[in-house]
């Protein structure tokens, strides 16, 4: 392994100054992972640590998975790794959490940082599978480091601590914009119950049937009920039907005096109906 924080006056860096100040150098290359060392520098660490997640990536890529590819975005400020599609940040290292880089002479496609994580203050060894530029990145972090302590001499230290700053307000930005995507989430689903709650369904509501002024029920007439068929299997006569009489408007039957019997009036009644009926026949038959 080879330390890449080794400053020398001789040193000629690959890229400008200004291009690792005001932008970013990025690199596509493989995420092998990263696993928890024990210290925060040393070449015997790097190489435990990249035997284990080799050994780890070996095991998942006989499952069918594969390598997932990454961009590097390095700058004075830091490392970020994104998502090669989405270019969504999934790490974002802080120059000054990290404390070791190198790359492996045996392997010249991998190269390796420790840096600190700033939530468990842990010691993080990260692994990446460049192809044939694990050293030209190795060396663009040391380029890195060396302009950010040069920035640091020149600020007073001022710098370190404004670094500081910014990276937990993105840290915290980072934060916020996951627990907001998550409100979403959760917020379309109760749109979506609120939405089937209020539809009823098909079957659930029988028609209502129509009210008058006074909220009543108009009359309708019962249907007429069938005859019953007979025991012997033919059809039943027809319910005989009484005979129509005249009623008056109370329901009553019309009195008639000459239609009543003789035993329906006291006696003395009786004789003057007796006569009225014979002064009816009279005249009926002179007429």
């Known amino acids: 392994m080879n330390r890449a924080f080794n400053r020398k006056k001789d040193k000629s860096w690959m890229h400008t100054p200004e291009a690792l100040a005001k932008h ?5 290359v493989k995420f092998l992972g990263n696993t928890e060392v024990d210290q925060p520098k040393g070449t015997e660490i790097v190489k435990d640590a990249v035997r284990k997640l080799k050994f780890q990536r070996h095991i998942k890529k006989s499952e069918g998975q594969k390598i997932p590819k990454v961009e590097l975005q390095i700058s004075i400020y ?40 700033s939530e468990s203050n842990k010691h993080l060894c990260y692994v990446f599978d460049s192809e044939k530029c694990a050293e030209e990145i190795t060396l663009t972090i040391g380029q890195a480091f060396d302009l950010a302590y040069k920035k640091f001499l020149e600020s007073g230290g001022k710098d370190v601590e404004t670094r500081k ?38 079957n ?35 319910p005989a039907r ?14 008639d005096p000459f239609t009543c019997g003789a035993a329906d009036f006291p006696p003395d009644i009786q004789s003057k109906l007796d006569e009225m009926q014979r002064q009816r026949w009279r005249g009926s038959k002179w007429d």
């Open 204 to 238: 659930s509501m029988s028609p209502k049937n129509p009210t008058d002024i006074f909220d009543m029920v108009p009359f309708s007439a019962m249907p007429p009920l069938a005859p019953l068929p007979a025991s012997n299997g033919s059809a039943p006569p027809p």
């Open 78 to 117: 830091g490392v970020k790794i994104l998502d090669l599609k989405s270019k969504e940040v999934q790490y974002n290292c802080q120059l000054h959490r990290i404390s070791f880089c190198a790359d492996d002479k045996t392997d010249k496609r991998i190269f390796t940082f420790i840096c600190k994580d």
């Open 242 to 255: 009484p005979t129509e009489m005249r009623r008056d408007i109370f329901g009553a039957e019309p009195f």
């Open 24 to 28: 970013f150098i990025a690199y596509n």
């Open 165 to 202: 700053q910014i990276g937990g307000l993105q840290k915290r930005i980072q934060d916020l914009e996951a627990e907001n995507s998550e409100l979403k989430k959760q917020l379309q689903v109760l749109e979506e119950q609120l939405m089937i709650a209020q539809v009823p369904p098909g």
